[in-house]
Protein backbone atom coordinates (compact mmCIF):
# COMPACT_ATOMS: atom_id res chain seq x y z
CA UNK A 1 0.00 0.00 0.00
CA UNK A 2 2.96 2.19 0.44
CA UNK A 3 3.68 2.54 -3.15
CA UNK A 4 0.61 3.11 -4.71
CA UNK A 5 0.33 6.12 -2.34
CA UNK A 6 3.50 7.53 -2.29
CA UNK A 7 3.17 7.54 -6.41
CA UNK A 8 -0.22 8.89 -5.35
CA UNK A 9 1.32 11.85 -3.31
CA UNK A 10 4.33 12.24 -5.85
CA UNK A 11 1.49 12.89 -8.43
CA UNK A 12 -0.62 15.21 -6.64
CA UNK A 13 2.28 17.11 -5.79
CA UNK A 14 3.52 17.45 -9.20
CA UNK A 15 0.11 18.77 -10.27
CA UNK A 16 -0.28 21.40 -7.21
CA UNK A 17 3.46 22.11 -8.20
CA UNK A 18 2.53 23.08 -12.11
CA UNK A 19 -1.05 24.54 -11.07
CA UNK A 20 0.91 26.96 -8.52
CA UNK A 21 3.45 27.90 -11.39
CA UNK A 22 0.31 28.61 -13.78
CA UNK A 23 -0.77 30.73 -11.13
CA UNK A 24 2.11 33.07 -10.43
CA UNK A 25 2.21 33.42 -14.21
CA UNK A 26 -1.21 34.14 -14.71
CA UNK A 27 -0.55 36.59 -11.34
CA UNK A 28 2.74 38.05 -13.45
CA UNK A 29 0.66 38.95 -16.28
CA UNK A 30 -2.82 40.63 -14.60
CA UNK A 31 -0.54 42.30 -12.62
CA UNK A 32 0.81 44.33 -15.16
CA UNK A 33 -0.68 48.30 -15.28
CA UNK A 34 -1.51 48.57 -18.41
CA UNK A 35 -1.54 52.51 -18.49
CA UNK A 36 1.67 52.81 -17.51
CA UNK A 37 3.47 50.47 -19.72
CA UNK A 38 3.25 50.18 -23.96
CA UNK A 39 2.95 46.91 -25.36
CA UNK A 40 6.60 46.15 -25.69
CA UNK A 41 7.09 46.17 -22.44
CA UNK A 42 3.82 44.19 -21.49
CA UNK A 43 5.00 41.39 -23.79
CA UNK A 44 8.61 41.06 -22.61
CA UNK A 45 6.82 41.48 -18.67
CA UNK A 46 4.71 38.68 -19.99
CA UNK A 47 7.77 36.33 -21.30
CA UNK A 48 9.97 37.08 -17.81
CA UNK A 49 6.63 35.73 -16.19
CA UNK A 50 6.62 32.39 -17.78
CA UNK A 51 10.57 32.11 -17.76
CA UNK A 52 10.62 32.65 -14.19
CA UNK A 53 7.47 30.65 -12.50
CA UNK A 54 7.24 27.85 -15.33
CA UNK A 55 11.19 26.49 -15.28
CA UNK A 56 11.91 26.91 -19.03
CA UNK A 57 14.92 27.88 -21.12
CA UNK A 58 13.31 30.46 -23.34
CA UNK A 59 10.33 31.72 -24.29
CA UNK A 60 9.59 33.94 -27.81
CA UNK A 61 6.62 35.84 -29.45
CA UNK A 62 6.30 36.03 -33.04
CA UNK A 63 4.22 38.76 -34.96
CA UNK A 64 2.91 37.06 -38.39
CA UNK A 65 2.76 39.73 -41.07
CA UNK A 66 2.03 39.66 -44.42
CA UNK A 67 3.10 35.90 -44.65
CA UNK A 68 6.00 35.63 -42.45
CA UNK A 69 6.78 35.39 -38.89
CA UNK A 70 9.01 38.25 -37.21
CA UNK A 71 10.35 38.15 -33.57
CA UNK A 72 9.32 41.11 -31.48
CA UNK A 73 10.33 40.16 -28.08
CA UNK A 74 12.50 37.45 -26.36
CA UNK A 75 13.61 35.92 -23.03
CA UNK A 76 15.93 33.52 -21.78
CA UNK A 77 18.74 31.75 -19.56
CA UNK A 78 22.12 32.63 -20.61
CA UNK A 79 25.00 31.45 -18.10
CA UNK A 80 22.55 31.75 -15.34
CA UNK A 81 21.53 35.42 -16.40
CA UNK A 82 18.54 36.27 -17.79
CA UNK A 83 18.45 37.88 -21.07
CA UNK A 84 15.43 39.91 -22.36
CA UNK A 85 15.53 41.50 -26.03
CA UNK A 86 13.17 43.45 -28.28
CA UNK A 87 12.75 43.60 -31.58
CA UNK A 88 15.28 45.65 -32.94
CA UNK A 89 17.45 46.03 -29.89
CA UNK A 90 19.01 43.07 -29.89
CA UNK A 91 20.12 39.83 -31.59
CA UNK A 92 18.45 37.34 -30.28
CA UNK A 93 15.14 39.17 -32.00
CA UNK A 94 17.12 40.76 -34.96
CA UNK A 95 18.23 37.29 -35.84
CA UNK A 96 16.03 33.99 -35.78
CA UNK A 97 17.24 29.95 -35.26
CA UNK A 98 16.35 28.25 -38.10
CA UNK A 99 14.90 25.89 -35.77
CA UNK A 100 12.44 28.06 -33.77
CA UNK A 101 11.18 29.78 -37.49
CA UNK A 102 10.57 26.47 -39.33
CA UNK A 103 8.47 25.63 -36.05
CA UNK A 104 6.72 28.84 -35.81
CA UNK A 105 5.50 28.05 -39.35
CA UNK A 106 3.94 24.95 -38.56
CA UNK A 107 2.38 26.75 -35.43
CA UNK A 108 0.82 29.38 -38.17
CA UNK A 109 0.13 26.65 -40.60
CA UNK A 110 -2.28 24.43 -38.40
CA UNK A 111 -3.70 27.18 -36.12
CA UNK A 112 -3.45 25.11 -33.62
CA UNK A 113 -1.33 24.08 -30.56
CA UNK A 114 1.84 22.52 -31.80
CA UNK A 115 4.31 20.26 -29.70
CA UNK A 116 7.71 18.57 -30.33
CA UNK A 117 9.01 16.68 -27.40
CA UNK A 118 12.48 15.78 -29.56
CA UNK A 119 13.55 17.72 -31.84
CA UNK A 120 16.10 15.17 -32.45
CA UNK A 121 13.55 12.46 -33.61
CA UNK A 122 11.61 14.61 -36.12
CA UNK A 123 12.72 14.48 -39.35
CA UNK A 124 12.20 17.99 -40.07
CA UNK A 125 13.37 19.65 -37.61
CA UNK A 126 16.35 17.49 -37.20
CA UNK A 127 18.33 19.12 -40.19
CA UNK A 128 17.81 22.34 -38.73
CA UNK A 129 19.54 22.00 -35.41
CA UNK A 130 22.53 23.80 -34.33
CA UNK A 131 24.95 23.66 -31.13
CA UNK A 132 22.73 24.90 -28.02
CA UNK A 133 19.66 24.46 -29.99
CA UNK A 134 16.56 23.26 -28.16
CA UNK A 135 15.66 20.02 -27.60
CA UNK A 136 11.01 20.27 -26.64
CA UNK A 137 9.30 22.60 -28.51
CA UNK A 138 5.63 24.10 -27.37
CA UNK A 139 4.31 27.04 -29.98
CA UNK A 140 0.35 28.21 -29.62
CA UNK A 141 -1.32 30.90 -31.72
CA UNK A 142 -1.57 34.08 -30.26
CA UNK A 143 -5.28 35.48 -31.42
CA UNK A 144 -5.95 39.62 -30.68
CA UNK A 145 -9.04 41.06 -30.90
CA UNK A 146 -10.60 37.75 -32.51
CA UNK A 147 -7.82 37.60 -34.98
CA UNK A 148 -4.81 35.33 -35.09
CA UNK A 149 -1.53 38.42 -35.06
CA UNK A 150 1.38 35.75 -34.18
CA UNK A 151 2.88 32.97 -32.28
CA UNK A 152 3.98 32.35 -28.21
CA UNK A 153 7.09 30.09 -28.34
CA UNK A 154 8.78 28.31 -25.17
CA UNK A 155 11.80 25.66 -25.24
CA UNK A 156 13.55 23.65 -23.47
CA UNK A 157 17.30 21.54 -23.92
CA UNK A 158 15.60 18.42 -22.43
CA UNK A 159 13.29 16.29 -24.56
CA UNK A 160 9.28 15.61 -23.51
CA UNK A 161 9.50 18.49 -21.18
CA UNK A 162 6.06 19.84 -22.07
CA UNK A 163 3.14 17.46 -20.92
CA UNK A 164 -0.48 17.52 -21.03
CA UNK A 165 -0.90 20.21 -18.15
CA UNK A 166 1.73 22.73 -20.32
CA UNK A 167 -0.26 21.79 -23.38
CA UNK A 168 -4.00 23.25 -22.05
CA UNK A 169 -1.94 26.09 -20.24
CA UNK A 170 -0.28 27.73 -22.78
CA UNK A 171 -3.23 28.06 -25.16
CA UNK A 172 -4.77 29.84 -21.97
CA UNK A 173 -2.21 32.02 -21.27
CA UNK A 174 -1.89 33.15 -24.85
CA UNK A 175 -5.46 33.87 -24.35
CA UNK A 176 -4.85 35.82 -21.44
CA UNK A 177 -1.80 37.61 -23.22
CA UNK A 178 -4.15 38.63 -26.53
CA UNK A 179 -6.46 40.21 -24.23
CA UNK A 180 -3.95 41.78 -22.02
CA UNK A 181 -2.75 43.22 -25.88
CA UNK A 182 -6.25 44.29 -26.71
CA UNK A 183 -7.57 46.21 -23.59
CA UNK A 184 -3.82 47.80 -23.78
CA UNK A 185 -3.60 48.76 -27.40
CA UNK A 186 -7.60 50.21 -26.89
CA UNK A 187 -6.35 52.08 -23.67
CA UNK A 188 -3.10 53.55 -25.39
CA UNK A 189 -5.67 54.30 -28.47
CA UNK A 190 -8.35 56.10 -26.49
CA UNK A 191 -5.41 57.90 -24.50
CA UNK A 192 -3.87 59.26 -27.90
CA UNK A 193 -7.31 60.17 -28.92
CA UNK A 194 -7.64 62.07 -25.73
CA UNK A 195 -4.82 64.04 -26.94
CA UNK A 196 -5.38 64.49 -29.89
CA UNK A 197 -8.91 65.45 -29.24
CA UNK A 198 -7.27 67.91 -26.75
CA UNK A 199 -4.52 69.73 -28.75
CA UNK A 200 -7.33 70.32 -31.45
CA UNK A 201 -9.44 71.98 -28.42
CA UNK A 202 -6.70 74.03 -27.50
CA UNK A 203 -5.67 75.05 -31.13
CA UNK A 204 -9.30 75.88 -31.04
CA UNK A 205 -9.27 77.64 -28.13
CA UNK A 206 -5.98 79.62 -29.42
CA UNK A 207 -7.77 80.32 -32.30
CA UNK A 208 -10.81 81.57 -30.88
CA UNK A 209 -8.56 84.11 -28.76
CA UNK A 210 -6.44 84.99 -31.26
CA UNK A 211 -9.71 85.82 -33.55
CA UNK A 212 -11.06 87.70 -30.76
CA UNK A 213 -8.44 89.75 -30.25
CA UNK A 214 -7.90 90.26 -33.95
CA UNK A 215 -11.61 91.37 -33.83
CA UNK A 216 -10.74 93.34 -30.55
CA UNK A 217 -7.61 95.43 -32.51
CA UNK A 218 -10.45 96.22 -35.41
CA UNK A 219 -13.60 97.43 -33.38
CA UNK A 220 -10.67 99.90 -31.66
CA UNK A 221 -7.67 100.58 -33.89
CA UNK A 222 -8.00 101.94 -37.89
CA UNK A 223 -6.77 99.61 -39.71
CA UNK A 224 -4.71 101.77 -42.32
CA UNK A 225 -2.66 103.83 -39.96
CA UNK A 226 -2.65 101.65 -36.68
CA UNK A 227 -3.77 104.52 -34.74
CA UNK A 228 -6.91 104.56 -32.86
CA UNK A 229 -9.81 104.89 -35.01
CA UNK A 230 -13.26 107.14 -34.11
CA UNK A 231 -15.05 104.70 -31.68
CA UNK A 232 -12.57 104.30 -29.53
CA UNK A 233 -11.30 107.87 -29.17
CA UNK A 234 -14.56 108.84 -28.30
CA UNK A 235 -15.13 106.27 -25.60
CA UNK A 236 -11.36 106.68 -24.12
CA UNK A 237 -11.67 110.18 -24.40
CA UNK A 238 -14.58 110.61 -22.25
CA UNK A 239 -13.38 108.58 -19.48
CA UNK A 240 -10.21 111.10 -19.51
CA UNK A 241 -12.11 114.31 -19.80
CA UNK A 242 -14.34 112.86 -16.85
CA UNK A 243 -11.38 112.25 -14.80
CA UNK A 244 -10.25 115.38 -15.65
CA UNK A 245 -12.84 116.98 -14.62
CA UNK A 246 -13.15 115.09 -11.33
CA UNK A 247 -9.59 115.89 -10.20
CA UNK A 248 -10.00 119.34 -11.34
CA UNK A 249 -6.86 118.42 -14.23
CA UNK A 250 -6.72 120.07 -17.49
CA UNK A 251 -6.79 118.20 -20.79
CA UNK A 252 -6.49 119.77 -24.36
CA UNK A 253 -8.22 118.23 -27.56
CA UNK A 254 -6.61 118.97 -30.96
CA UNK A 255 -8.50 118.07 -34.07
CA UNK A 256 -5.77 118.16 -37.11
CA UNK A 257 -7.08 118.05 -40.92
CA UNK A 258 -5.02 117.81 -44.14
CA UNK A 259 -4.87 120.27 -46.34
CA UNK A 260 -5.96 120.25 -49.96
CA UNK A 261 -5.48 116.41 -49.94
CA UNK A 262 -7.99 115.40 -52.23
CA UNK A 263 -5.46 116.41 -54.36
CA UNK A 264 -3.11 114.50 -54.09
CA UNK A 265 -5.48 111.37 -54.49
CA UNK A 266 -6.49 112.86 -57.69
CA UNK A 267 -3.00 113.61 -58.89
CA UNK A 268 -1.05 110.72 -57.71
CA UNK A 269 -4.00 107.84 -57.04
CA UNK A 270 -5.23 106.19 -53.78
CA UNK A 271 -2.14 104.12 -52.95
CA UNK A 272 0.00 107.72 -53.00
CA UNK A 273 -3.15 109.23 -50.60
CA UNK A 274 -2.79 106.40 -48.41
CA UNK A 275 1.00 106.54 -47.94
CA UNK A 276 0.66 109.66 -46.83
CA UNK A 277 -1.93 109.46 -44.24
CA UNK A 278 0.39 105.88 -43.05
CA UNK A 279 3.34 109.03 -42.94
CA UNK A 280 1.53 110.74 -41.33
CA UNK A 281 0.23 109.00 -38.78
CA UNK A 282 3.44 107.64 -37.55
CA UNK A 283 5.01 111.34 -37.54
CA UNK A 284 2.23 112.58 -34.73
CA UNK A 285 2.43 109.73 -33.05
CA UNK A 286 6.66 109.36 -32.66
CA UNK A 287 6.15 113.07 -31.53
CA UNK A 288 3.60 112.77 -28.60
CA UNK A 289 3.77 111.48 -25.20
CA UNK A 290 2.21 107.72 -24.42
CA UNK A 291 -0.42 109.40 -21.93
CA UNK A 292 -1.65 111.12 -25.60
CA UNK A 293 -4.77 110.13 -27.19
CA UNK A 294 -4.23 109.83 -30.84
CA UNK A 295 -6.80 108.72 -33.47
CA UNK A 296 -7.64 108.79 -36.92
CA UNK A 297 -11.27 109.81 -37.27
CA UNK A 298 -11.96 110.69 -40.72
CA UNK A 299 -10.66 110.29 -43.84
CA UNK A 300 -7.48 112.98 -43.58
CA UNK A 301 -8.32 114.05 -40.24
CA UNK A 302 -7.28 113.44 -36.84
CA UNK A 303 -7.72 113.73 -33.51
CA UNK A 304 -5.39 114.02 -30.04
CA UNK A 305 -6.57 114.61 -26.30
CA UNK A 306 -3.35 115.44 -24.45
CA UNK A 307 -4.28 115.45 -21.02
CA UNK A 308 -2.66 117.26 -18.34
CA UNK A 309 -1.85 120.05 -20.82
CA UNK A 310 -3.45 123.61 -21.00
CA UNK A 311 -3.90 125.54 -23.85
CA UNK A 312 -0.55 127.47 -24.07
CA UNK A 313 1.50 123.65 -24.12
CA UNK A 314 -0.62 122.57 -26.14
CA UNK A 315 -0.37 125.44 -28.86
CA UNK A 316 3.17 124.93 -28.33
CA UNK A 317 3.01 121.29 -29.06
CA UNK A 318 0.41 121.43 -32.17
CA UNK A 319 3.04 124.43 -33.97
CA UNK A 320 6.09 121.56 -33.63
CA UNK A 321 3.83 119.06 -35.31
CA UNK A 322 2.57 120.84 -37.95
CA UNK A 323 6.10 121.97 -38.95
CA UNK A 324 7.26 118.24 -38.71
CA UNK A 325 4.15 117.26 -41.06
CA UNK A 326 4.92 120.00 -43.32
CA UNK A 327 8.63 118.90 -43.63
CA UNK A 328 7.67 115.91 -44.77
CA UNK A 329 8.68 114.82 -48.50
CA UNK A 330 7.03 112.24 -51.40
CA UNK A 331 8.26 111.46 -54.54
CA UNK A 332 5.28 110.79 -57.40
CA UNK A 333 5.12 110.49 -61.20
CA UNK A 334 8.41 111.95 -60.90
CA UNK A 335 7.79 115.07 -58.68
CA UNK A 336 8.51 115.75 -55.47
CA UNK A 337 5.19 117.45 -52.97
CA UNK A 338 4.37 117.89 -49.51
CA UNK A 339 1.68 118.29 -47.60
CA UNK A 340 0.31 120.81 -44.88
CA UNK A 341 -2.66 120.56 -42.08
CA UNK A 342 -4.28 122.61 -40.38
CA UNK A 343 -5.86 122.41 -36.85
CA UNK A 344 -8.17 123.41 -33.86
CA UNK A 345 -7.65 123.46 -30.64
CA UNK A 346 -9.82 123.38 -27.37
CA UNK A 347 -8.91 122.89 -23.74
CA UNK A 348 -11.18 122.06 -20.56
CA UNK A 349 -11.16 125.48 -18.92
CA UNK A 350 -9.73 126.41 -15.82
CA UNK A 351 -10.30 124.22 -12.48
CA UNK A 352 -12.82 126.35 -10.35
CA UNK A 353 -11.58 127.52 -7.18
CA UNK A 354 -14.29 125.63 -5.22
CA UNK A 355 -14.69 121.83 -6.21
CA UNK A 356 -18.58 122.45 -5.56
CA UNK A 357 -18.39 124.52 -8.72
CA UNK A 358 -17.37 122.44 -10.77
CA UNK A 359 -19.98 120.21 -13.07
CA UNK A 360 -19.06 116.71 -12.46
CA UNK A 361 -21.42 115.35 -14.55
CA UNK A 362 -21.61 117.08 -17.73
CA UNK A 363 -20.85 113.94 -19.87
CA UNK A 364 -21.32 116.10 -22.82
CA UNK A 365 -17.74 117.80 -21.91
CA UNK A 366 -15.68 116.07 -24.84
CA UNK A 367 -18.21 116.84 -27.58
CA UNK A 368 -18.36 120.06 -26.40
CA UNK A 369 -14.19 120.34 -27.13
CA UNK A 370 -14.82 118.90 -30.04
CA UNK A 371 -17.40 120.89 -31.30
CA UNK A 372 -15.76 124.27 -29.88
CA UNK A 373 -12.34 122.37 -31.68
CA UNK A 374 -14.44 121.83 -34.98
CA UNK A 375 -14.80 125.63 -35.05
CA UNK A 376 -11.18 126.66 -34.44
CA UNK A 377 -10.47 124.05 -37.29
CA UNK A 378 -12.89 125.82 -39.74
CA UNK A 379 -11.22 129.08 -39.47
CA UNK A 380 -8.17 127.88 -40.01
CA UNK A 381 -9.06 126.54 -43.14
CA UNK A 382 -11.21 129.31 -44.21
CA UNK A 383 -7.91 131.16 -43.79
CA UNK A 384 -5.82 129.38 -46.30
CA UNK A 385 -5.04 126.34 -44.41
CA UNK A 386 -1.19 125.36 -42.78
CA UNK A 387 -2.13 126.93 -39.34
CA UNK A 388 -4.05 126.75 -35.91
CA UNK A 389 -6.60 128.09 -34.58
CA UNK A 390 -7.77 128.15 -30.70
CA UNK A 391 -11.69 127.97 -29.91
CA UNK A 392 -13.12 128.57 -26.46
CA UNK A 393 -15.87 126.92 -24.54
Request: glycine share 10%; with cysteine.
Given at each position: MTLPLNKTFQEMTAVFDELLSSLSTLQGLGSLDLGQCGEGKLLQEALVSLVENYGVERCALFFV????????????????????????????????????????????????????????????????????????????????????????????????????????FIPLFALFLGQAMMSSRLLHNLEKQVRERTRQLENVLRETQELKERYQSLAMVDALTGLYNRRFFFSEGA??????????????????????????????????????????????????????????????????????????????????????????????????????FSAGLAALPAPAEHPEEQDLGRSDMLEQLFSQADKALYEAKAQGGDRLKVGAL
Open positions: EAGSERPVAAVAWCNGTLKICSEGGNACCDEVPPLEAAFVEQVVRSGEVCLCDDCLADDALTPLMQEGSPRSLLGSPLVVGGERVGVLLLAAFEPQRFGAWQQRLLVARALRYRHTATFVIIDLDFFKRVNDRYGHGMGDQVLKDVADTLRNRLRETDILARIGGEEFAVILPETGIDGATELTERLRKSVRDLVWTAKGEDFGIT
